[in-house]
């Protein structure tokens, strides 16, 4: 008797075995360049053991294979890495329609906090995509630019009592530094606060961000994870009441500013008039100097709720912060190590303070900012070497041939492409791990421009675009004006395992300044 019940057990398990291992070597059946999974986790296995962040084990798998397209496994789903530039970039523009969406959760319905412009699909994204994009015109940019520039004002004052205290030749964290300027950037500018993290760094919108970047919460993580790679555990989980604390402060911290405004008729230029706005009226509309007028209707006429102005607002926080902090930081810390190129940015800088009839150490204007050329060369490199998010996704919508190939990818069918990978190939640019910012010269262009998406590209690239480099520029500038950097020696940055989609330097950006004479 217990012999046929071993017998039947081993008969199960080994069916059992053979099944998963076919799975698991589904993509060398179809005949794709498959990289070798890790039972069960798929190429997910270094991550889930805080080896490598998810952009730097994408980058690995980019390296090891040469094809266009390589086979993986985001633990049991089958997915697709895109090695082949031309083919990212004509996956995001001319076959957009193939893979309109990112396949990563949302519910509009039942939570509303999730329904944020990145993870809608379909005809709800790009009737808010449409609604938005008026928000980061040249012009709306221009009028935020006074509290943009406030705020690196603040930056200047601060990091002075810093070198004054701590003497001269004093290291910096100037990672850590450029999150306090961004995080001051979001709270002002779209949350509405008056907030000042330098001198006031336990202030209540502060004390949120920190939650949220400091957050050990297991069911946080596993819902962050869910999202992306198994969006039905995260429908599940907050169909079982699970609900992210500090999007809910967010949220109630919006309502409080929102009410206010509307109830005292406070008009102030940034982001969140222009949703107040959107709120009330439908529209944001193009005229630059009339949207910030107050504009309010009956509750049961309004537009849009609170909740999804607060989850706009989230994404934008997320998405602005770490990409203005890394962009500024990261530029700095190049141009410490280049002295030839750090001249030619300052010079450049002084030139233009003087072209527009300001002192150094005054305000900039949006129109000094604009005319800060190399400036923009710099931002460009740091964004090739270090993009804001490692690697992009998009979901198959409809079964897509792949061009030079047999293969035709399925609906439903998971895209990653590693921005890392591509950026660093020295097929797309030579020299990859050098700092080269006059790559990007209109009389050089030793690069394939094609290659070059560290914002997306097509109709789902980064929204707010303008309005990060802005913030980045102003900075960099801020500090070019204001202090010295003392040379560094060549050193490439190491990243360490983070559980968000970013790049995390392992030993933060240390840089040594001397306040400008």
Not at 244 to 269: C, G, H, P, Q
Request: glycine share 6%.
């Amino acid at each position: 008797m217990w012999a046929v019940v071993l017998a039947l057990l081993s008969l199960v398990v080994g069916l059992l075995y053979q099944c998963v291992r076919r799975h698991y070597s589904s993509w060398q059946r179809l005949g794709v360049d498959e990289e070798p999974a890790k039972i069960p986790m798929g190429i997910l296995d270094t991550v889930m053991k805080q080896e490598r962040s998810l952009g730097m084990a994408l980058s690995d798998i980019y390296k090891r294979h040469t094809g266009k397209l390589v086979g993986i496994y985001l633990i049991n789903k089958r997915s697709i890495l895109v090695r082949d530039a031309v083919l990212a970039r004509q996956i995001m523009t001319s076959d957009f329609a193939s893979f309109h969406d990112r396949g990563v959760y949302v519910d509009e319905k039942n939570d509303p906090l999730s329904a944020n412009l990145f993870n809608l699909r379909g005809a709800s994204w790009r009737n808010l995509r449409n609604k938005l994009t008026p928000s980061f015109s040249s012009g709306k940019i221009k009028g935020m630019f006074a509290t943009i520039d406030d705020v690196g004002d603040k930056l200047v004052q601060h990091l002075k009592g810093v070198l004054e205290e701590a003497g001269p030749n004093s290291e910096v964290e100037m990672k850590e530094l450029m999150t306090t300027y961004a995080v001051d950037i979001i709270g002002s500018v779209i949350f509405g606060l008056e907030i000042d993290s330098f001198s006031n760094p336990n202030n209540e919108f502060r004390a949120i961000s920190s939650e949220e970047a400091s957050s050990k919460s297991l069911l946080l993580k596993i819902h962050n994870m869910a999202m992306f790679i198994c969006p039905p555990i995260a429908k599940l989980m907050n169909r079982l009441g699970y609900e992210s604390s500090i999007l809910t402060a967010l949220r109630d911290m919006m309502t409080r500013t929102i009410e206010f405004r509307e109830r005292n008729n406070v008009v102030r230029k940034d982001l969140l008039q222009l949703l107040i706005r959107l709120r009330n009226t439908g529209k944001i509309g193009e005229d630059d100097d009339e949207v910030w007028d107050i504009e309010t209707a009956q509750e049961e006429l309004k537009a849009m709720s609170i909740e999804k102005i607060a989850a706009q607002a989230f994404l934008f926080y997320v998405a602005g912060s770490e990409s203005t902090a890394a962009a500024a930081a990261f530029t700095l810390y190049e141009l410490a190590m280049y002295p030839d190129l750090l001249k030619e940015a300052r010079d450049e800088l002084d030139a233009v303070v003087q072209r527009h009839n300001l002192r150094r150490t005054d305000k900039l204007t949006y129109e000094a900012v604009q005319d800060l050329k190399f400036l923009d060369l710099c931002l460009m490199e740091t964004l090739r070497k270090y993009p804001g998010l490692p690697f992009l996704n998009r979901e198959c919508t409809e079964d897509y041939a792949v061009p030079g190939t047999s293969h035709t990818i399925t609906q439903g069918t998971p895209i990653l492409i590693s921005l890392f990978g591509i950026h660093r190939d020295p097929v797309y640019f030579p020299n990859p791990e050098g700092y080269d910012p006059h790559r990007f010269d209109a009389s050089n262009m030793n690069y394939n421009q094609a290659a070059y998406m560290p914002f997306g590209e097509g109709p789902r690239h980064c929204i707010a675009l303008r309005m990060g480099k802005v913030n980045s520029k102003v900075a960099v500038a801020k500090i070019l004006a204001n202090f010295d950097l003392v040379q560094a020696p060549r050193k490439e940055v190491e990243f360490r395992f983070d559980a968000a989609p970013v790049m995390v330097p392992k030993e933060g950006l240390k840089l040594r300044l001397t306040i400008r004479k």
